[in-house]
């Protein structure tokens, strides 16, 4: 697996990348689950009961880092060996997954809808962690993939 990172990663592009992507996804989970307040000063707030959220948008934010830039990667190499990869796919339901339990801001625009709004509130309420959790096994599994398929596709030597 780590033979794999540093291949993809020691393209300054993709390290970039995966740098933007881990900052933008831990920003905006951050602010949507009110961890972070830009307004009336920035203020970084993690209360004790929350640290499990926190750490859980923390892993998601590192993994789709690692994720999208690889699957990127994936799909210019299979353009170039004319097959493609599904493993993109993979990284948006993952990422997605994590950002869906987006908190306070979230519930109250599902709100609008009426009875389901109420009905999709009290669902990602309660159920917040355990599709956090979900959306790491997701990650996890195409970063798993991506490892491997980079391994199979491409000569690594360790």
């Given at each position: 697996m780590?033979?794999s990172?540093?291949?993809?990663f ?5 390290a ?16 949507l689950?009110?961890?972070?307040f ?15 959220s ?5 892993i ?8 999208i830039?690889?699957?990127i ?8 060996l ?11 339901i ?13 519930f109250?625009?599902?709100s609008?809808?009426g009875?389901?709004g109420?009905t999709?509130t009290a669902?990602?309420t ?6 956090r959790?979900?959306s ?10 991506a490892t491997?398929?980079?391994k199979?596709?491409?000569i690594?030597?360790?």
């Amino acid at each position: 697996m780590l033979s794999s990172i540093r291949f993809v990663f020691s393209n300054y592009g993709y390290a970039v990348l995966g740098t933007i992507v881990f900052l933008t996804f831990f920003m905006m989970l951050s602010f949507l689950s009110e961890f972070i307040f830009f307004e009336p000063y920035f203020i970084f707030n993690i209360q004790s009961e929350r640290i499990v959220s926190f750490v859980l948008i923390m892993i998601v934010s590192l993994l789709s880092a690692l994720v999208i830039p690889m699957n990127i990667f994936l799909v210019s190499l299979a353009k170039r060996l004319k097959r493609m990869s599904s493993g993109l796919v993979g990284s948006v339901i993952g990422a997605s997954a994590g950002a869906c339990s987006c908190g306070p801001i979230g519930f109250s625009i599902i709100s609008v809808f009426g009875t389901v709004g109420g009905t999709a509130t009290a669902f990602l309420t309660m159920y917040e962690i355990p599709l956090r959790v979900l959306s790491i096994g997701i990650l996890f599994f195409t970063f798993y993939h991506a490892t491997r398929s980079i391994k199979k596709d491409c000569i690594i030597r360790k």
